[in-house]
């Protein structure tokens, strides 16, 4: 089953700023996606889209069957949002704001404490659950507001850098849960973060996003075999030959392109013969960055993944 259906979605804002541009893509059920790109990309725009609200210019897009313009109250009782720049009501103890976002969902009173009091304890927030918000810590209010966005159970959960904030402790915590709604509840979850080894950590699929663009949709490896990504041997040592392809590695010496075990021997046999001395010598294969910048244009590649804001406000 398809937890989210995009086709060829496009968003023009009143401005005249385009956010999308005909993007299209499935994810299927259960899949922690990696929504990945700069600011100004789009992200922010895609996702107001799935939640209903915002309204495509062209093109159609649902979460479990339902259309996000036509159906949008059923999708939000399907959807939990954590977004960067939420914030929970400070004036309110911790229980009360769980309170308070459980009724607008439509939970009963015994429903909303079961559950708050499960969250709470995951989130190791019991003993702090009375207290007003305004006197938690940056990591607990995040902590919160991720118990809210679970709070009514949902079947496709969106994620904006759940773990920025947070130590390292609570921040394994996060995706440990994270972990456990999928496998054990199929929950869906779609993810959007500049952190790109925590997105290759916890990704079962990816999209890169530029200028409103989908540069590239699928799982590491099919992402991968599409940019021909190769292999590569490090090596560290004196009186090494020039190897075609051969690059300069990260901390010294040289980074090759190979196919297989048997090109590294190859390599290895010819350097000593040939009088070199190696110091070091290990293969590599692309990570999740590497993989990323090889979808975006030549212009862009070495930018660091922050940019700006898009007009109108939008922060992709």
Same mark, same amino acid.
């Given at each position: 089953?398809?937890?989210?259906? &995009?086709?060829?979605?496009? +968003? ?10 005909? &993007?299209?893509?499935?994810? /299927? ?8 790109? /700069? ?48 914030? /929970? ?20 009173? +015994? ?10 304890? *995951? ?25 809210? *966005? ?10 904006? #850098? ?7 402790? *609570? ?74 392809? *051969?690059?300069?590695?990260?901390g010294g010496g040289m980074a090759v392109p190979v196919r297989d075990d048997a090109e590294v021997s190859e390599i290895l046999r010819n350097i000593l013969t040939g009088g070199g001395q190696l110091y070091e010598a290990r293969q590599e294969r692309w990570g999740l960055e590497e993989l990323y910048f090889s979808y975006? #244009? ?12 898009? #007009? ?5």
């Open positions: 089953m398809q937890a989210i259906t &995009v086709e060829k979605v496009g +968003k023009v804002y009143q401005s005249g700023t385009k956010a999308l541009s005909d &993007v299209s893509f499935e994810i /299927p059920q259960g899949e922690v996606f990696g929504f990945l790109g /700069p600011n100004g990309a789009g992200k922010t725009t895609m996702v107001r889209l799935l939640n209903g609200i915002l309204n495509p210019t062209a093109g159609h897009a649902s979460v479990h069957g339902l259309d996000v313009t036509k159906q949008a109250g059923e999708v939000h009782h399907l959807c939990g949002v954590l977004t960067e720049t939420a914030a /929970p009501y400070e004036s309110l103890t911790g229980l009360e704001n769980l309170k308070f976002f459980g009724r607008l969902h439509g939970m009963d009173e +015994k429903r909303i404490l079961s559950r708050a009091a499960g969250l709470l304890q *995951a989130m190791e927030l019991t003993e702090h659950r009375d207290k007003k918000v305004k006197a938690y810590s940056t990591g607990m209010k995040k902590r919160l507001l991720l118990a809210r *966005a679970l709070l009514h159970e949902p079947k496709v959960l969106f994620l904006d #850098e759940p773990t920025s904030g947070l130590d390292p402790e *609570a921040s394994a915590n996060v995706t440990a849960m994270i972990g456990g709604l999928v496998k054990q509840e199929g929950v869906t979850v779609f993810l959007c973060t500049h952190q790109l080894k925590y997105a290759e950590e916890i990704c079962t699929l990816y999209g890169f996003m530029q200028q409103g663009e989908l540069m590239g949709f699928g799982t590491f490896e099919e992402l991968l075999a599409r940019q021909g990504g190769r292999t590569r041997l490090v090596l560290r040592g004196e009186n090494l030959p020039v190897l075609a392809g *051969a690059e300069y590695a990260s975006r #244009e030549p212009k862009s590649i070495g930018l660091k993944l922050e940019g700006k804001k898009e #007009e109108g406000g939008e922060v992709a």
